[in-house]
């Protein structure tokens, strides 16, 4: 060993393999928007078909971690991410990682392990030579997304890993977009809200001078469609189901919407009078 790789902590070899290989490597958390493949941005295109791996996420119990062995054909098991990026990148660079995403009640055992597991299969690909990783989220990797969770799990394992994200297009934009109504005006807040944390967060939103945007409201319909009646916001709303993607549905919220995908969009626009009022 000479002394320029004593200085270095080690091997040339041990650096680019080993543990001590992962300051080199990068992990990218990259949005492709809520499924329609040309909602992906410039740069988000570009990472995605310079990595070396791209993890996309998968429902457990489906499939294995996919770090290092071959790639699954594209079938029933792929998610949205997957079915999003396989427009852009060959299938041969794809790679599995499946997670609780159907898991109710916080941080379940099933949960842990799927993100423990996720880690481990990407410092895997790490420790075998992959220096540039990305994971594609549906949406933006920094709105409700795992990325966050799998992040802070590869860190855990390795702490000399480079962390990054690549903005993307989410579904409340995408609705506002294909149904025509503004997001927010003028003085108007914008609150963004998982169905899931209760329907009284809703209400109090609701209440408010703003736009709410409910996600995940597929069990919860029921009580967030009651809640919009009672509080007269039900003829301005919109609800986006399967955005991008086959089977679209866009319209107005009503009794008969209640088979909804785990990832629906409802949108409530603020209360306007008239042009420039909340200015």
Request: glycine share 10%; with cysteine.
């Amino acid at each position: 060993m000479s002394a320029d790789d004593r200085a270095a902590g080690g091997s040339a070899d041990a650096r680019l393999t080993g543990a001590g290989g992962s300051a080199d490597a990068t992990l990218t958390g990259i949005g492709v928007g809520p499924g329609d493949p040309e909602l992906l941005t410039v740069r988000a295109v570009r990472l995605l078909r310079e990595a070396d791996l791209v993890f996309v996420p998968v429902m457990a119990d489906r499939v294995a971690p996919t770090a290092t062995a071959a790639p699954t054909p594209a079938g029933a098991d792929a998610g949205r991410a997957e079915a999003t990026v396989r427009t852009h990148v060959a299938a041969d660079r794809l790679r599995r990682l499946p997670f609780a995403l159907d898991d109710r009640g916080g941080v379940t055992a099933r949960r842990a392990a799927a993100w423990d597991d996720a880690a481990r299969a990407v410092v895997d690909a790490i420790d075998a030579g992959a220096r540039s990783l990305a994971f594609a989220t549906i949406g933006d990797p920094n709105v409700y997304s795992t990325f966050g969770y799998l992040a802070q799990s590869v860190r855990a394992l390795r702490p000399a890993v480079r962390v990054a994200t690549v903005p993307g297009i989410t579904a409340m934009q995408e609705l506002a977009a294909r149904s025509g109504t503004p997001l927010c005006e003028g003085r108007e807040p914008l609150t963004l809200l998982p169905a899931t944390a209760g329907l009284a967060l809703f209400a109090d939103a609701l209440a408010g001078p703003g736009t709410v945007v409910a996600y995940k409201g597929w069990r919860r319909h029921p009580e967030l469609l009651a809640e919009l009646r009672r509080q007269g916001r039900l003829a301005d709303a919109v609800l986006g189901r399967n955005l991008g993607l086959p089977g679209e549905r866009i319209g107005p919220v009503d009794d008969t919407a209640h088979d909804l995908p785990y990832l629906s969009t409802l949108l409530v626009p603020a209360r306007r009078e008239h042009r420039g009022g909340k200015l």
